[in-house]
């Protein structure tokens, strides 16, 4: 008995897809897959849309839940308008189309490309795969070109203004001041131009109710929903250090606009990598400020100042590098002043601004005269360590990591060795190619078509190989590092004093955990000490 088609409607559409119109929209794949489920009785199961996905990944919501319901038995059958709406990458397209829809017993349909996996696919179809991957790259450098010269034109692209502003309806790509929410940025700007940091800033935005800018967004707009709708009011004033550090760095308020901060690694990768300074496009005047140049630059300058100095100009030699062990957040300096003799320390940041009303982390605190000495007395162990026997020492700190390292190494090797030897493949069928084409075996069609797929795979397997080369000399790197730090730390042999440059040099990072009590009543706690280079280096 012949199996029903339970079917599976397959709609996608790219934000470059836009640009078409109607003839590729969500609506128009819809018409098009259901009037001929309905010709050629498809039973459809479900639909399934992911609106705003590039083609060039295969990691979208909606088609992972159809290959969910293909493995439970729910769908045997795929329908989509055409290959592209499936995918725009050739290898996994060849996946999914020759191995994986085999073998799951699932028909695949492309439509308006006539293509029907029950027939049989035509050969053309991997020549179709091809072009819809060049599409995509062809289309991901028109669209960064174009935008470049949106903004060297002093353009703004996006897809919210920032908080103060909002967009100008009178100008394309342009930002007015918006008189509603500007008073929320002079007040930021004002707290820090007299002297408040961002922690404190943050806290009085929390104590007084002040609407972040997500749920301004939500409130005018109804985005993010997914975060604040039927959540409590606390939420919707829930600010964080690290927005309101945005935005006292954010050049918008003065009239300027930064592009280029960030892109994605490559056509195919949509993850956002962060680009050099040098790389950015500033482009000053492109719109009315909120805040006075003069305030913007004297708040920059403390902000730099506050890394390194306190208000009685001590310096503090742990700035940056104390990091709570229970939550990821820093540890804030304070003194105590309650006694005649006062005393500095350090507690969880997250603690002191939410710890007591909405139970956030715990204190983990820690006297600043404790942790100097404890800091002081291993740096000061280990100096003597590296001077007494550097060899021994070099392959102690070797020994350290090598087991996750060596695990790293094996399996990049492992790649690099199937990546090598599918190159050698493919070299050989480039010449079993050519000599079936010279000898006639193979027509002139097929020796192009298969001449462009291999040639496509070889460029991709040659930048797999160069990458993990990379990766492989980046590990290799270690041994080398690992030496130069013990140059460094015997550099300060039997130091008596830590300072800021010591600590920056030798040290990446200090975790603090939460003090317990032990059986006697006796306070202990937990410090971890992260070398740069080497790490947690253990006795």
């Not at 018409?31 to 060039?56: C, K, M």
């Not at 290799?476 to 690992?482: N, Y």
Request: aromatic content about 12%; some cysteine; glycine content about 4%.
């Amino acid at each position: 008995m012949k199996q029903p088609n339970n079917t599976a409607i397959y709609m996608r559409l790219s934000r470059d897809d836009e640009n078409y119109g109607d003839s590729v929209s969500i609506e128009t794949q819809r018409t098009i897959l259901r009037q001929f489920a309905e010709d050629n009785d498809l039973h459809i199961v479900d639909e399934y849309i992911d609106d705003g996905y590039s083609g060039t990944t295969f990691n979208r919501p909606a088609f992972q839940r159809m290959i969910e319901d293909i493995e439970s038995g729910k769908v045997n059958t795929v329908c989509t308008k055409d290959l592209s709406r499936f995918g725009r990458e050739h290898v996994m397209m060849d996946y999914f189309l020759e191995f994986f829809f085999p073998e799951k017993k699932v028909r695949y349909i492309a439509v308006s490309d006539n293509e029907d996996t029950e027939r049989g696919l035509s050969d053309l179809v991997p020549v179709k795969n091809i072009f819809n991957e060049w599409f995509a790259k062809d289309t991901s450098k028109k669209v960064k070109n174009a935008l470049r010269a949106k903004h060297l034109a002093g353009e703004r692209t996006f897809a919210y203004a920032p908080l103060g502003y909002k967009r100008d309806p009178e100008k394309k790509n342009s930002i007015i001041i918006d008189e509603e929410t500007r008073w929320i940025i002079e007040k930021i700007f004002s707290m820090a131009a007299h002297g408040a940091g961002s922690a404190k800033i943050t806290k009085t935005l929390i104590e007084e109710k002040v609407p972040t800018p997500g749920y301004l967004l939500y409130q005018k707009y109804g985005k993010f929903a997914n975060i604040y709708e039927g959540a409590t009011e606390e939420k919707s004033y829930s600010w964080t250090i690290a927005i309101v550090k945005s935005i006292l760095k954010n050049e918008t308020y003065i009239g300027n606009t930064i592009h280029n901060q960030q892109t994605n690694i490559s056509y195919k990768n949509k993850k956002k990598v962060r680009k050099p300074k040098e790389e950015w496009i500033r482009v000053e005047n492109t719109h009315e400020g909120i805040i006075d140049k003069d305030i913007f630059y004297q708040v920059q300058e403390q902000i730099e100042s506050r890394k390194r100095k306190m208000k009685d100009a001590d310096t503090q030699i742990f700035a940056g590098l104390l990091k709570c062990a229970d939550c990821g957040w820093a540890l804030s300096y304070g003194v105590n002043r309650s006694n005649k003799t006062p005393w500095a320390y350090y507690n969880c940041t997250q603690y002191r601004q939410f710890g007591t009303k909405l139970h956030r982390c715990t204190s983990h605190y820690i006297r600043y005269d404790v942790l100097y000495s404890y800091v002081l007395s291993r740096i000061r162990y280990w100096a003597k360590q590296a001077e007494i026997d550097e060899e021994g020492f070099l392959e102690k700190l070797l020994k350290t990591s090598d087991s996750e390292r060596a695990r790293g190494l094996r399996k990049q090797t492992a790649e690099l060795r199937k990546a090598e030897k599918r190159k050698d493949e493919l070299d050989r069928l480039f010449t079993k190619l050519y000599e079936d084409w010279s000898a006639e075996r193979i027509n002139e069609y097929n020796f192009n078509m298969l001449t462009q797929r291999y040639q496509a795979e070889q460029e991709e397997v040659d930048e797999k190989i160069k990458a993990i080369r990379s990766e492989l000399n980046t590990e290799k790197q270690t041994a080398e590092d690992t030496r130069k730090w013990i140059e460094l730390i015997r550099k300060y042999t039997d130091p008596t004093e830590l300072t800021a440059e010591l600590l920056n040099t030798l040290i990446e990072k200090i975790v603090v955990h939460e003090a317990t009590d032990d059986e006697f009543g006796f306070r202990t706690q937990e410090i971890e000490i992260y070398f740069r280079f080497v790490g947690r280096i253990d006795e």
